[in-house]
C-alpha cells in the first residue's frame, strides 16, 4: 500500500515564496488524503497493490472500470504531489546543464519556456497541473485539469506546479500569477535535470 514521504527539507525553508502554513497543510493534509483514498480504492486488488503509482497511471484501461476513476484522481493527487516536493528548493538559480539546454533548444531561449509555462499554469480553469514533459523525444509545456497525470499521455513529467488554490490561496490569495513568479525562484533544476536523463535513456 501507499505511504505518504516526508518532504525532503522544512516547512519552512520555501519562504518567502511558499509560507509554512500552506506547506503543512498541503503535504499533511491534502496530500495525504490523496493517499489515503487511493489506498481505499486498490484495497480489494492485490495485484493492484504490487504496481506502483506511476504503473497504474501509465495503464488505466487496464485498471477495473469500478476503480478507474478513483486510482486516476486520487493516484494521480498522489504521483502529482510527489513530483512537485521533489523539484522544489530554495534560491539554487538556473544552471547550465542538459535539461536546460533542451530548454533553449526546442522553445528558443529560457525566457520563452518561461513564458509559455507562465501562461499555461495562468490560464488553467478551475484547478490543475501545468507541465513540463518529455514527448517522445521533445520537451512540451501543456496544463491537466483536476489531478490528471502526463503518464495517462505516454509523456513523462519533467517540472510540475500546482495551480490548485489549495497550494496557494493563504498567501496570495486570487493572484496566482504572483505565485507562478514565485515558483520560479524555487524551482530545483539539479532534480529536474536527473528527471530529464533518466527520461532520455528510456527513449
Same mark, same amino acid.
Given at each position: 500500500?501507499? &505511504?505518504?514521504?516526508?518532504?525532503?527539507?522544512?516547512?519552512?525553508?520555501?519562504?518567502?515564496?511558499?509560507?509554512?502554513?500552506?506547506?503543512?497543510?498541503? *503535504?499533511?493534509? *491534502? *496530500?495525504?488524503?490523496?493517499?489515503? /483514498?487511493? /489506498?481505499?480504492?486498490?484495497?480489494?486488488?492485490?495485484?493492484?497493490?504490487?504496481? &506502483?503509482?506511476?504503473?497504474?497511471?501509465?495503464?488505466?484501461?487496464? %485498471?477495473?472500470?469500478?476503480?478507474?476513476?478513483?486510482?486516476?484522481?486520487?493516484?494521480?493527487?498522489?504521483?502529482?504531489? #510527489? %513530483?512537485? @516536493?521533489?523539484?522544489? +528548493?530554495?534560491?539554487?538559480?538556473?544552471?547550465?546543464?542538459?535539461?536546460?539546454?533542451?530548454?533553449?533548444?526546442?522553445?528558443? #531561449?529560457?525566457?520563452?519556456?518561461?513564458?509559455?509555462?507562465? +501562461? &499555461?499554469?495562468? !490560464?488553467?480553469?478551475?484547478?490543475? $497541473?501545468? @507541465?513540463?514533459?518529455?514527448?517522445?523525444?521533445?520537451?512540451? =509545456?501543456?496544463? &491537466? #485539469?483536476?489531478?490528471? #497525470?502526463?503518464? !495517462?499521455?505516454?509523456?513523462?513529467?519533467? %517540472?510540475?506546479?500546482?495551480? $490548485?488554490?489549495?497550494?496557494?490561496?493563504?498567501?496570495?490569495?486570487?493572484?496566482? =500569477?504572483?505565485?507562478? /513568479?514565485?515558483?520560479?525562484?524555487?524551482? /530545483? $533544476?539539479?532534480?529536474?535535470?536527473?528527471?530529464?536523463?533518466?527520461?532520455?535513456?528510456? +527513449?
Amino acid at each position: 500500500m501507499f &505511504t505518504l514521504a516526508k518532504l525532503p527539507y522544512a516547512y519552512n525553508s520555501l519562504e518567502p515564496y511558499i509560507d509554512e502554513q500552506t506547506m503543512i497543510t498541503h *503535504h499533511d493534509k *491534502h *496530500h495525504q488524503g490523496y493517499v489515503d /483514498n487511493l /489506498n481505499k480504492a486498490i484495497a480489494g486488488y492485490q495485484d493492484l497493490q504490487d504496481k &506502483t503509482v506511476e504503473q497504474l497511471l501509465s495503464d488505466l484501461d487496464k %485498471l477495473p472500470v469500478e476503480i478507474r476513476t478513483l486510482v486516476k484522481n486520487h493516484g494521480g493527487g498522489h504521483a502529482n504531489h #510527489s %513530483l512537485f @516536493w521533489s523539484i522544489l +528548493t530554495k534560491n539554487q538559480g538556473v544552471p547550465d546543464n542538459q535539461v536546460t539546454k533542451a530548454i533553449i533548444s526546442d522553445f528558443g #531561449s529560457f525566457d520563452k519556456f518561461k513564458d509559455v509555462f507562465s +501562461t &499555461t499554469a495562468a !490560464s488553467v480553469f478551475g484547478s490543475g $497541473w501545468a @507541465w513540463l514533459v518529455l514527448k517522445k523525444d521533445k520537451l512540451a =509545456v501543456y496544463q &491537466t #485539469s483536476n489531478q490528471d #497525470s502526463p503518464l !495517462s499521455q505516454g509523456d513523462i513529467p519533467l %517540472l510540475t506546479l500546482d495551480v $490548485w488554490e489549495h497550494a496557494y490561496y493563504l498567501k496570495y490569495q486570487n493572484k496566482r =500569477v504572483d505565485y507562478i /513568479n514565485a515558483f520560479f525562484n524555487i524551482i /530545483n $533544476w539539479q532534480q529536474v535535470n536527473q528527471l530529464f536523463l533518466a527520461a532520455k535513456a528510456k +527513449t
